[in-house]
């Protein structure tokens, strides 16, 4: 299962005033793993990926993607690179149609309008969005905006795919449809999952990492996890 | 898809046959209206790139203009060139300072963007007014019939002039037509409306608004510097905050963010002044009346209204 380290933080660290969100944080990710990042609210698990995707610049430490140091590079640079980042909140384009929300994320890999438009359809089907292409993204629901947030990420063929909070506010049906795609990618891409539903982690994570108050907590299987005991104390609830 | 392609080109190419049409039906004082009229709204076509388009709106595009009728009125009358490489000089002048106020001014965003170009803009006006022997200032000076030949075609008779305004507006149109079809301006559009998702989706949106700016400058730099040459005029008036203030009007009166909303904003505003001055002194009562009232009833501009009410992939 586990490859080359593809993603690993040295040190991490992000002070907010007096604050420190994350400390000291370091953290492998091998090739190909599906790597679940729990933890309480505000334990800094958001900090911590817009560390690593570029959005937030650190206060200390160092970020290597695939061998290079990526700490000084911008976001942009970064997602160029191979990464792609679903937002927490969704944050597609909303006067934009669904389809061109799909194609602005595709047309900086794929040339060519018939290529770009195979592809925002493939993406499309791929999320169980095909219907109404042409409609105003704004005007879906919230649960149809994360699966637009999630088709804009495929699409863009990330070898690192990080997806904050993905199954937030899906319904049922919806959530099922998020874990099959999750586990049709395993293998193909590398997945860094920011997930509350302990369902969805137990069921896809290949190992789980655990923060609490910006730190590295605890980090094994699924099932080492779910028998930790400053897991449980920290994060689980005592059941 | 193809079909609204057709449809698009449809009608902006059947404007520009309706235009070419009325060159020859126009009774003069018309005639000479929409030759101004269509040089102007070249200029508003660029300063709807970058803040239709793009989202950022300046205060200083007069300097863009001026940049352009300077450049080719001060090297026909100094540097004794002809129209052409003196058309070419305002042009590069136009993107020379477009490209180095985009370096200082895309530093700063909303409010702070707007104040950083008026200020460069009114800094422009006054180096005009500074270096008054060459440029004769608020006065200005006018360029000779004689000076005003371009590949034999004397650009001061009427008709010549209508034709060639229809040319530089056909380009600055249809340029900006394909632009904001084209990839490069689909991401000038993403960013108006989510900028740090851009980046996000691995963009360099600062390189993309420089490019904006650039592109949206030289346009402007391409209509002050034809205005000259046509008016055989080049004054300090067009680089005051005036001329800053007009394209931002022509574009949201037309509607920002659309490839006709600048030629309409401008005709109407043109012709709302020139008929009410006509009726009364107090015409920019009658003229403010009608904005207000186009503000209340149609705040995305006519055109914009047209895309809301008619046709949604009016691009």
């Not at chain 1, 359809?121 to 919230?142: F, K, M, Q, T």
């Not at chain 1, 997930?195 to 994570?205: G, I, P, Q, S, W």
């Not at chain 2, 003069?28 to 200029?43: E, K, Q």
């Not at chain 2, 030629?263 to 009364?280: A, H, K, Q």
Request: with cysteine.
């Amino acid at each position: 299962m586990s490859g080359a380290v593809l993603l690993s933080t040295h040190g991490l660290t992000k002070r907010f005033d007096g604050l420190t969100a994350v400390e000291d944080v370091d953290f492998d990710l091998p090739a190909g793993e599906v790597r679940a990042l729990i933890g309480p609210n505000g334990a800094g698990k958001t900090t911590l990926v817009g560390m690593i995707c570029g959005r937030i610049a650190p206060s200390a430490g160092r970020i290597v993607f695939d061998g290079q140091d990526i700490t000084a590079l911008p976001a942009h640079a970064r997602i160029r690179r191979g990464m792609a980042y679903t937002f927490q909140i969704t944050s597609v384009f909303p006067r934009l149609s669904v389809r061109e929300n799909v194609a602005l994320a595709a047309r900086r890999r794929i040339k060519g309008r018939a290529a770009v438009d195979r592809a925002v359809g493939a993406a499309l089907e791929r999320v169980g969005l095909p219907e109404r292409p042409d409609e105003e993204a704004g005007n879906l629901s919230y649960g149809h905006q994360r699966l637009l947030e999630l088709a804009m990420g495929l699409v863009q063929a990330p070898r690192l795919l990080i997806l904050d909070e993905p199954t937030q506010g899906l319904s049922e049906g919806e959530v099922e449809r998020v874990k099959a795609l999750i586990e049709e990618l395993r293998g193909d891409t590398t997945i860094l999952l920011i997930e509350h539903n302990m369902r969805v982690v137990m069921d896809l994570a290949d190992r789980v990492t655990v923060l609490n108050f910006g730190r590295v907590l605890a980090e094994g299987t699924p099932a080492e996890i779910h028998a930790d005991a400053a897991v449980q104390a920290a994060y689980l609830g005592t059941g | 898809m193809s079909a609204d392609t057709r449809r698009i080109f449809a009608l902006h190419g059947g404007l520009l046959v309706l235009l070419f049409a009325l060159h020859f039906v126009l009774p003069a004082y018309h005639h000479g209206n929409l030759a101004r009229i269509m040089v102007l709204a070249s200029y508003a076509i660029g300063y709807n790139i970058l803040f239709g388009y793009t989202g950022l709106l300046s205060l200083g595009h007069a300097l863009f203009f001026a940049a352009g009728m300077y450049g080719m009125a001060l090297s026909i009358q100094y540097g004794g060139v002809t129209p052409a490489p003196a058309l070419l000089a305002g042009i590069a002048a136009g993107a020379v300072v477009s490209g180095a106020l985009a370096l200082l001014a895309l530093r700063t965003t909303g409010v702070a963007f707007m104040i950083v170009t008026l200020m460069f803009a009114q800094a422009g006006y006054l180096t005009i007014l500074y270096f008054g022997d060459y440029t004769r200032g608020d006065e200005g000076f006018v360029l000779q019939a004689a000076q005003r030949t371009l590949w034999g075609i004397d650009l001061s008779d009427p008709a010549n002039r209508y034709v060639a305004a229809l040319i530089l507006f056909a380009v600055c149109l249809m340029a900006s037509l394909w632009l904001v079809r084209a990839p490069f301006g689909r991401v000038l559009v993403a960013i108006r409306e989510n900028e740090e998702r851009v980046t996000m989706l691995g963009y360099n949106a600062f390189a993309h608004k420089l490019g904006a700016m650039v592109v949206s400058g030289t346009i402007s730099a391409a209509a002050g510097a034809a205005y000259g040459l046509l008016f055989g005029y080049a004054g300090a008036t067009f680089a005051s905050v005036q001329y800053s203030i007009f394209p931002l009007l022509w574009v949201l009166l037309g509607g920002a963010g659309t490839v006709l909303g600048p030629f309409i904003g401008t005709l109407f505003m043109f012709y709302l002044i020139d008929l009410s001055s006509g009726l009364t002194t107090a015409y920019m009562l009658i003229a403010g009346v009608a904005l207000v009232a186009l503000t209340l009833f149609a705040p995305q501009g006519l055109a914009g209204e047209l895309r809301r009410r008619v046709w949604k992939g009016l691009p």
